[in-house]
């Protein structure tokens, strides 16, 4: 069984800086893709940023040039660099991993930012 712990989240105002973690524990067999992703009350979850085992990535249009996604294949746990946060960055973050087949996701953290 694989276990995902989220940290990272919290209230920050516009123009700050918060960097997310999500580690992948228990029996990992392979990692594929890693991602986060969000949602704001009353919207539909959306992708943020995800990263290929290869190291490609891909982000929103909306977080391009803020956001930074990568991984650290050896602790299993892939972090989000957010900078120059908005308002509108509000919502639960979650991480999405495909491992051993399955996707699985984490329990979401909160990032408010304040305007």
């Known amino acids: 069984q694989v276990q995902l712990v989220e940290s990272g989240g919290g209230l920050v105002q516009a123009g700050g800086s918060l960097r997310l973690s999500c580690a992948a524990s228990g029996s990992i067999f392979r990692i594929n893709s890693m991602g986060w992703y969000r949602q704001a009350p009353g919207k539909q979850r959306e992708l943020v940023a995800a990263?290929?085992?290869?190291?490609?990535?891909n982000y929103a249009d909306s977080v391009k040039g803020r956001f930074t996604i990568s991984r650290d294949n050896v602790k299993n746990t892939v972090y989000l660099e957010m900078n120059s946060l908005k308002f509108e960055d509000t919502a639960a973050y979650y991480c999405?991993?495909?491992?051993?087949?399955?996707?699985?996701w984490g329990q979401g953290t909160q990032v408010t930012v304040s305007s």
């Open positions: 999405k991993l495909a491992a051993n087949g399955l996707y699985l």
């Open positions: 990263i290929t085992s290869g190291g490609t990535t």
